[in-house]
């Protein structure tokens, strides 16, 4: 989990070859009008996550009992909740950064519909994960494969 440009999609697969795991990127999940919208430069709101998070939380459910991997946002304790409801076991990453750092980030990223425009309002909506929620922050200072290694570590028992 984390805001766009944080480094999931490329962690995310990564730690899922390294697990032995399928790999899922959430962006994939969002319908069309999803992605008009954020291309546009409009954050998109509860109403059209819930389909989004819905069809994540259906992979979830699918893979329950081999486990996976998925990139996903998941910036609200509310939509966390959301994805745990599909059952399946879940242990959240929050790849964690400074916004100078992750505008960088973005500034060279290309062929993403995500603007950096919309960095801002993702670290206004950002709940880092509460005491109660199996989960780990992970700094995303280094390589992909050094924020990869200390993801692991968080996922040791």
């Not at 076991?89 to 603007?115: T, Y």
């Amino acid at each position: 989990m984390g805001v766009s440009g944080s480094g999931k999609s490329t962690v995310g697969e990564l730690l899922a070859d390294r697990l032995g795991v399928p790999y899922a990127e959430a962006d994939s999940f969002h319908p069309p009008a999803n992605i008009r919208k954020m291309s546009a430069g409009t954050p998109l709101d509860d109403e059209d996550r819930r389909p989004w998070l819905d069809a994540i939380a259906g992979w979830l459910s699918e893979h329950a009992d081999g486990g996976g991997v998925v990139s996903c946002s998941a910036l609200r304790r509310r939509y966390r909740d959301r994805l745990r409801a599909s059952g399946a076991p879940m242990f959240f990453l929050h790849l964690d950064g400074s916004e100078e750092l992750i505008a960088e980030r973005l500034g060279g990223r290309k062929g993403h519909f995500m603007p950096r425009t919309l960095l801002r309002s993702q670290f206004a909506t950002l709940e880092p994960l509460e005491a109660d929620e199996r989960g780990a922050a992970v700094a995303i200072g280094g390589t992909p494969q050094d924020v990869t290694e200390r993801a692991l570590a968080a996922l040791a028992p």
